[in-house]
């Protein structure tokens, strides 16, 4: 299984130009985690700079690092009821619009701030297309690190043989002190149930399935950008 980003730049600007037409001045905007939503993190401070007024909430201290670098002022979930519009990018997004998402490893972040939002923009490339959520053979998964093995014992006796994430011969640990799993899947014919089993498993806090979330999905098909129409939605 390749992961090669093939979203070139050209098509994340102009899935970003696109986000920038859902927020508005004196909003709160939930900022996302890799390559699109950098992308549109740097369109979004370059407004700011022009004088829009917003207020962005990240989802990673990369992101932070980056809007703060660009001038825009930040808050945390503490510091809000609701956020107006989250942005954010997708691993696989299946025909009904529900998501994998945590290769870049913010997914627990990411699904606070998805669920707080009134309305979730996702941006990917049209590579990210799947028939069925698990195409691309990998969910990632957020354990307390008290917990690991244990953890991997529960998910791999469910049938999804569980890797540590590491990187230099170390675990990857995320901005919230955990470790990731990455669960090796194929097509998922019950995420739902899935999701329900992996977070009955003690220590397991986040998932990377994003299911029944109703997002706005732009779509940069390496010519044109749409919008996808959900099977199943009106």
Not at 129 to 139: A, D, K, M, S, W
Not at 169 to 194: F, K, Q
Not at 223 to 228: D, E, G
Request: contains cysteine; proline residues 6%; aromatic residues 2%.
């Amino acid at each position: 299984m390749s992961e090669r980003l093939t979203l070139t730049d050209d098509g994340a600007a102009a899935l970003a130009a696109e986000a920038l037409r859902h927020v508005a001045s004196g909003q709160v905007v939930g900022l996302g985690t890799g390559h699109a939503a950098t992308a549109f993190v740097r369109a979004l401070g370059a407004r700011v700079a022009a004088g829009l007024d917003v207020r962005g909430v990240p989802t990673s201290e990369a992101t932070a690092a980056l809007a703060r670098g660009l001038g825009i002022k930040l808050l945390s979930p503490d510091d809000v009821e609701t956020i107006d519009v989250a942005v954010d990018g997708a691993d696989e997004i299946d025909p009904r619009a529900d998501l994998i998402k945590g290769y870049g490893g913010a997914l627990l972040r990411e699904k606070v701030v998805a669920t707080m939002a009134r309305r979730f923009v996702v941006l990917a490339g049209a590579e990210k297309l799947v028939p069925v959520l698990g195409t691309r053979g990998r969910l990632p998964v957020e354990v307390v690190p008290f917990a690991a093995a244990p953890c991997r014992r529960r998910v791999e006796a469910l049938g999804y043989p569980p890797t540590l994430r590491a990187s230099e011969g170390r675990p990857v640990v995320t901005d919230n002190g955990n470790l990731l799993l990455d669960c090796r899947v194929g097509p998922l014919a019950d995420p739902h149930g899935l999701e329900a089993a992996l977070r009955a498993i003690p220590g397991l806090v986040g998932t990377g399935l994003f299911l029944g979330m109703h997002p706005t999905v732009l779509v940069w098909d390496g010519a044109r950008l749409r919008t996808l129409r959900p099977e199943g939605r009106n």
